[in-house]
């Protein structure tokens, strides 16, 4: 399965970018799937992640701002992300593990700046 992330972009504080993360294959046997991002000169963090079942959990810094989804359909996961601030420019991942396979996307950019 190969993944690609887009989406990223740049902003100003207080606005919204909405990632996708789209799959070559189906999405649906990924034990679970996932946001990380890597700022500026930091190690890479996770973001977001959503299981099998569609549970979603976030870091605490994005929680009530970020929302992870996807539609299996479509072979799709999102990243809604509203309320963006400085601190969450970076380069974002995504990610899909299947199995004791991780799969990584490519990163998409996004910068948040006046």
């Known amino acids: 399965v190969q993944l690609q992330a887009s989406g990223g972009g740049s902003v100003q504080p207080g606005g919204s970018l909405r990632l996708s993360c789209s799959a070559s294959g189906s999405i649906s046997t990924m034990k679970s799937m996932g946001w990380y991002r890597r700022p500026p000169g930091q190690p890479r963090e996770l973001v977001a992640t959503i299981s099998a079942g569609g549970w979603t959990d976030y870091r605490d810094s994005v929680k009530g701002r970020f929302t992870n989804s996807r539609n299996i359909a479509q072979k799709v996961m999102y990243l809604q992300m509203n309320g963006l601030k400085p601190e969450d420019t970076a380069a974002y991942y995504c990610?899909?593990?299947?199995?004791?396979?991780?799969?990584w996307g490519q990163g998409t950019h996004v910068t948040v700046s006046s």
């Open positions: 990610s899909g593990v299947r199995g004791t396979v991780v799969y």
